[in-house]
């Protein structure tokens, strides 16, 4: 059985569906993105961000086409527009670098990176051993 690699399917462009889409489904960065205005809900009255709070973490939703808008400001599939949002505020800030202890070497406070608000997990490297971590 061979191996399966993700960036050899092939998905339709958001955007114009009768296109193979070029940019790994990065729709934020695609040259055949509408202007913002352009989109659905470009032109609607803000409204306020949906927060997913589940069991994997806290996600933002867009309220008018129910997709993760990539932006706190204004949703990149619809361009719906959003409120001012104490949760999108929190998110905003840059991430604090946290220092833990490495589980391969043992080095105390080696692994350097940083925990995501959304969910918690840690990313970090090992500054000992090189070890990278993703929980």
């Known amino acids: 059985m061979g191996t399966f690699d993700i960036f050899d ?3 339709p462009c958001h955007w114009h569906p009768e296109m193979i889409c070029q940019n790994e489904k990065d729709c934020g960065e695609c040259e ?3 202007a913002d205005d352009d989109k659905k809900n470009g032109k609607a009255p803000p ?3 949906v927060w997913d709070r589940g069991e994997y ?3 933002p939703e867009c309220p008018a086409c129910g997709e993760m808008p990539y932006s706190y400001e204004r949703c990149i ?3 719906q527009k959003f409120l001012p949002d104490e949760t999108a505020e929190e998110m905003k800030k840059p991430a ?6 490495c589980p391969l070497c043992g080095g105390k406070n080696t692994m350097v990176g ?18 990278r971590i993703i929980e």
């Not at 604090?96 to 202890?101: A, G, K, N, S």
């Open 9 to 11: 399917c092939k998905f």
């Open 32 to 34: 055949h993105q509408p």
């Open 47 to 49: 409204r306020h961000i």
């Open 57 to 59: 973490g806290t996600f």
């Open 77 to 79: 599939f619809c361009g």
């Open 96 to 101: 604090e670098e946290v220092r833990e202890d």
């Open 114 to 131: 940083i925990r995501a608000r959304c969910n918690g997990h840690f990313h970090g490297k090992c500054e000992k051993c090189g070890c």
